[in-house]
């Protein structure tokens, strides 16, 4: 049973940074294509970041490109995301998601992702 286990949410101020961290439980995690999603209150969960297996391929919403990075470290079965220069808009439930080889095409949507974490909440005040 393949378990994904955010960490590193938590409150700050605008302009701020915070690194976002899942711990995969899966042994093949280095076939495996890892993205974030966020989710405000209110709000239809979104697209944040994606990474290929192999890191080699990444993709960013356009809301936090140029401020998000994206991560992984296939030995450790972690990925990350740093953030920076947030802003109140970025609050949100941010959830790390994973399935095997996804199509690059195919990232941007929630319902292909076959494994989700149980989300970490990131509040960033004005």
């Known amino acids: 049973q393949v378990q994904l286990v955010e960490s590193g949410g938590g409150l700050v101020q605008a302009g701020g940074s915070l690194r976002l961290s899942c711990a995969a439980s899966?042994?093949?995690?280095?076939?495996?294509?890892m993205a974030w999603f966020r989710q405000a209150p209110g709000k239809e969960r979104e697209f944040v970041s994606a990474?290929?297996?192999?890191?080699?391929?990444?993709a960013y919403a356009d809301s936090v490109k140029g401020r998000f990075t994206i991560s992984r470290d296939n030995a450790k079965n972690t990925v990350h995301l740093q953030m920076n220069s947030l802003k109140p808009e970025d609050t949100a439930v941010y959830y790390c998601?994973?399935?095997?080889?996804?199509?690059?095409?195919?990232?941007?949507?929630?319902?292909?992702?076959?494994?989700w974490g149980q989300g970490t909440q990131v509040t960033v005040s004005s």
């Open positions: 998601a994973g399935g095997p080889n996804k199509n690059g095409n195919t990232w941007y949507g929630p319902d292909v992702w076959d494994s």
């Open positions: 990474m290929s297996w192999s890191g080699g391929r990444t």
């Open positions: 899966i042994r093949t995690f280095s076939t495996y294509t």
